[in-house]
């Protein structure tokens, strides 16, 4: 499942004791976002962007500093000074699951401090139009007979689509061949071109792509309402 959270780096010293002056805010607000553009969490920034920039009467923009698995654009934040004027549009990674991947970090994601949680969005595992097989069981079992040889994509490692990935070949006892990419956008477009099997993608995301017949949903992280399942899907 994944997680949108907007936070904002709060500052280990006296600059966290610090009080903003005045009216809040008298200039632009930053909200970065450290993924590519045309994903779920970019959606959803510009989206707050927007309301904000409505609320505030002053200019929201968002910015994509996207690579290395969000740890580029979380690094940018955390160097930017605590005034809350930079905020930061996440996935789960750059807030919860850098810190125990990677050891020398450009940034310490315990002096983060969170503002909102925005969404919970299932992952859907999206699979090509015409990959052998019509269900998770049936994926499975063709991986298992092909090892090393059914490709998934993910958005860099550590990212929510390669852990996912990665927690199903854990489970299911297969072996698949990890393609990362820059974003969730070039992924999902090299699954509608057949270059490789599978993307977890959101399924805000896969849902369009469903409707018009171009991929397979064979299953999800967490399954929503049936309700809004069968009006969505």
């Excluded at 996912?164 to 956008?185: D, F, N, T």
Aim: net charge positive; hydrophobic share 45%; proline share 9%.
């Amino acid at each position: 499942m994944m997680l949108a959270l907007a936070a904002v780096f709060g500052g280990p010293a006296a600059s966290a004791q610090e009080k903003l002056p005045g009216a809040f805010p008298t200039r632009t607000v930053r909200l970065v976002v450290p993924s590519a553009g045309g994903s779920t969490t970019d959606t959803l920034a510009r989206i707050m962007a927007d309301q904000l920039s409505r609320t505030w009467a002053k200019p929201v923009v968002v910015e994509n500093i996207s690579g290395a698995a969000t740890i580029i654009g979380a690094a940018q934040v955390f160097r930017s000074p605590p005034d809350g004027y930079t905020l930061m549009v996440s996935p789960p990674p750059a807030l919860t699951v850098n810190i125990m991947l990677y050891r020398d970090l450009a940034y310490d994601a315990r002096q983060f401090v969170p503002v909102a949680l925005l969404a919970k969005i299932p992952n859907a595992m999206a699979v090509r139009k015409d990959f052998p097989a019509t269900n998770v069981r049936e994926f499975i079992a063709y991986a298992k007979e092909r090892p090393g040889t059914v490709t998934f994509g993910s958005q860099g490692a550590g990212t929510t689509a390669h852990l996912s990935a990665s927690q199903m070949e854990a489970l299911g006892g297969i072996k698949m061949v990890h393609v990362p990419y820059r974003g969730a956008v070039p992924a999902m477009n090299d699954i509608i071109a057949g270059h490789i099997d599978m993307f977890f993608d959101t399924l805000a995301g896969a849902i369009p792509l469903y409707r018009a017949g171009q991929i397979k949903i064979q299953g999800l992280s967490h399954p929503p309402p049936s309700a809004f399942f069968r009006l969505s899907v």
